[in-house]
């Protein structure tokens, strides 16, 4: 099992930045990969980004490519998400989430590759 907490969304103006963070727990942290979604009003589930096991490789949503940066520090068992030049449109709940046990071998920007979720963080951006 794998415990997820998101922190440090919140109200920020167009333009501005924001960075989010999940804390895992209840495996080891490196032994899976970590992705990140988010859901807007009215909307489905959508890919942002995902960060390999080791941090080695990351991927992104063509939305977010040259704004965002995944991150994790495996000594923390910490996933970020750094969010620059923030639109109205990445107003959202941001979820993170750990690849599942054992990984289904899908790709890391399909909600299929992870079997655990955090509860989700609000990042609103005002225009």
């Known amino acids: 099992q794998v415990q997820l907490v998101e922190s440090g969304g919140g109200l920020v103006q167009a333009g501005g930045s924001l960075r989010l963070s999940c804390a895992a727990s209840g495996r080891t942290f490196s032994s899976y990969a970590m992705g990140w979604f988010r859901q807007a009003p009215g909307k489905e589930r959508a890919f942002v980004a995902a960060v390999s096991r080791s941090g080695g490789s990351t991927f992104y949503a063509d939305s977010v490519k040259g704004r965002f940066t995944i991150s994790r520090d495996n000594a923390k068992n910490t996933v970020y998400l750094q969010m620059n030049s923030l639109k109205p449109e990445d107003t959202a709940v941001y979820y993170c989430?750990?690849?599942?046990?054992?990984?289904?071998?899908?790709?890391?920007?399909?909600?299929?590759?992870?079997?655990?979720w955090g509860q989700g963080t609000q990042v609103t951006v005002s225009s």
């Open positions: 989430a750990a690849e599942g046990n054992p990984y289904s071998g899908g790709s890391y920007y399909l909600e299929s590759a992870y079997g655990y």
